[in-house]
């Protein structure tokens, strides 16, 4: 059996697309070959210091308050320490367990205080080889101009990159920055994925009615959907600008929550659109089916983004997408206009454009033919690359094996 460490900043019940990544690819490898440990923050008092979720030992550490949020910008004082200590708490935990269990390997998840809990834990086991695996979209030189921490540690930072053994970048996008810190080691690209079964699956029509009454959707509305975290990185308030120029039987649905859900509603209610708006809330993974085939279009036209689960959920439900031409996702999203070599999958839009969103979304609703050839050929794609039995495999025959093999 083969052992691997994660480190990562959270964990169940937080949720995001890496903890669905690492939760969906270690329970699709056999557990008489492979085990896993993770060394994650505790954050929430209720949650127990060690558990076990699917085929992972979690380990929690650091303070924990009753009902923390993880939001960066809700965190309180005593949990932002606690993330701030994370490279030393982090390490030291791990250290201990390895002195029990001598892993085959680490794996940060992503490079924030995770990846630097696993640069100091590969400098002190030259002998365990390091993965670090990369998620977020934005780019360097973002990154380097707004945070002056980053900027003083800018040399150390690099380390957790050069550092690494191998890097697994879910997009192009993601692997070619990587490579521009001069990263000369292997890089693989494997993309985070969906349960094709699940979300392709029909919904019982008499699940979907009951959710239309519920939703409050009319013969002949038109709805649009996006499903995120609500902050503004995520272009919903460009799509909800974009209902003024668009009929009034297009409406929008909102699954997500997030600290920007107050002044989305408001610029809602600035647009005179806030009756065209609905937010549902946060929506369970199992609900989510549900929610995308109520819907007509998915429209989230990002600013950054690393992959996009959402999307090819998108596509595994069978409607099609509008999105902006942005981090990873042109490695799967291919616009007619722009994409002429490819068969089209979803239509772009511009970063901040409303305009150009409802010109899509007039573009579909115009041109069923269209529609109906996006869908077929975004659901081919889906179930040949973007189906996390495929992904796992890839993981377990690009990554695992190769780093584990030892002598």
Excluded at 227 to 246: H, K, P, T
Aim: hydrophobic share 45%.
């Amino acid at each position: 059996m083969k052992r691997v460490l994660i480190f990562s900043l959270t964990y169940f019940p937080y949720v995001g697309g890496a903890e669905v990544a690492i939760k969906e690819i270690t329970d699709r490898l056999d557990p008489q070959e492979y085990s896993f440990d993770m060394v994650t923050l505790r954050f929430d008092k209720a949650l127990p210091k060690v558990e076990k979720i699917g085929n992972v030992t979690v380990y929690r550490i650091g303070p924990s308050i009753a009902n923390a949020k993880v939001s960066d910008r809700a965190l309180p004082l005593r949990l932002r320490f606690a993330k701030m200590l994370f490279p030393l708490s982090g390490f030291f935990k791990a250290w201990r367990l390895d002195l029990r269990n001598v892993y085959d390997l680490s794996w940060a998840m992503m490079a924030n205080q995770a990846g630097f809990a696993a640069l100091l834990f590969a400098w002190t086991h030259r002998k365990t080889p390091y993965l670090l695996e990369l998620q977020d979209g934005r780019p360097f030189a973002e990154l380097k101009d707004r945070r002056a921490a980053l900027r003083l540690f800018w040399p150390l930072y690099k380390r957790v990159y050069l550092r690494a053994n191998m890097i697994k970048a879910i997009s192009n996008f993601i692997a070619s920055e990587a490579r521009s810190l001069g990263y000369q080691k292997p890089v693989e690209v494997i993309p985070n994925a969906v349960d094709v079964a699940q979300f392709s699956m029909p919904v019982a029509q008499d699940k979907l009615i009951e959710l239309k009454q519920r939703l409050g959707k009319k013969m002949g509305d038109v709805f649009l959907f996006t499903a995120s975290r609500l902050v503004l990185s995520r272009g919903v308030e460009d799509v909800i600008r974009a209902l003024a120029l668009l009929p009034e039987n297009v409406k929008l649905l909102i699954a997500g929550s997030g600290e920007d859900e107050t002044k989305l509603q408001r610029i809602a209610h600035d647009a005179n659109v806030a009756e065209r708006v609905i937010f549902a809330g946060h929506i369970g993974r199992e609900e989510l089916p549900a929610f995308y085939q109520v819907s007509d279009i998915f429209v989230r036209p990002s600013i950054i983004e690393g992959f996009g689960i959402s999307f090819v959920e998108a596509f595994a439900a069978g409607i099609p997408v509008i999105a902006t031409p942005v981090g990873g996702i042109p490695d799967f999203l291919f616009d007619p206009v722009k994409n002429t070599d490819k068969e089209p999958t979803g239509l772009f839009c511009n970063v901040h454009d409303s305009e150009s969103i409802a010109r899509a979304v007039t573009r579909y609703m115009n041109d069923p033919a269209l529609v109906a050839r996006m869908v077929s050929n975004a659901k081919k794609l889906v179930a040949e690359k973007y189906d996390w039995n495929i992904v796992a495999a890839n993981m377990r025959t690009r990554i695992f094996e190769p780093l584990t093999r030892r002598g």
